[in-house]
């Protein structure tokens, strides 16, 4: 027969097994308590960059590859050029690991150019979006950020900019792709 003091362990044994299956059933399992690091990302440009003649300008736009691997990288570029003729004006846009201090090799690109030698007084100028296309292979954690630069080559640009609105927006992206 039953006496109490069975009747109370067997209830000290039930409150036992069913807080440690409570507590089992609330720690994560492995494969979801790793923090996972994204493989691919995008940003884009908010704001209009306005360039200097002859000097790299170092945009807001970047991204952080994660850690190591290689990584595609892909740029769309939108250069905003105008100018009163005789004009030779260009701007040339590139990749910069900012990790390293040093361009990602090969990957400048001429964003936009205006070439007009008939002398007269009336501005010309327009928009022109460029594609950066690179591969990355880096040992750690790396950030790239999107630069560029305006030449004058005859005359001088009265607008230059890197530019970015609801009508095109510059961006920049990264995927992982391999080790």
């Given at each position: 027969?039953?006496?109490m003091r069975t009747g109370l362990t067997a209830v000290a044994v039930a ?165």
């Amino acid at each position: 027969m039953p006496t109490m003091r069975t009747g109370l362990t067997a209830v000290a044994v039930a409150a036992l097994f069913v807080g440690a299956t409570t507590a089992v059933a609330a720690q994560p399992d492995a494969a979801t308590a790793a923090p996972t690091r994204p493989t691919a990302g995008v940003e884009h440009l908010h704001t209009q960059v306005n360039l200097r003649a002859g000097a790299w300008t170092s945009t807001p736009l970047e991204v952080t590859l994660p850690g190591p691997g290689t990584y595609e990288l892909n740029a769309d570029v939108r250069g905003r050029l105008s100018g009163v003729p005789p004009i030779n004006t260009f701007i040339t846009a590139r990749l910069w690991n900012v990790t390293s201090g040093a361009a990602v090799r090969e990957s400048e690109r001429l964003v936009n150019q205006i070439i007009d030698v008939n002398a007269r007084n009336k501005e010309t100028g327009g928009n022109q979006t460029t594609p950066i296309s690179e591969l990355i292979r880096v040992k750690k954690s790396t950030k790239i950020r999107l630069q560029a630069q305006r030449i004058d080559a005859t005359g001088a640009a009265t607008v230059s900019q890197i530019y970015s609105d609801i009508r095109g927006y510059t961006s920049l992206r990264f995927e992982r792709i391999g080790n």
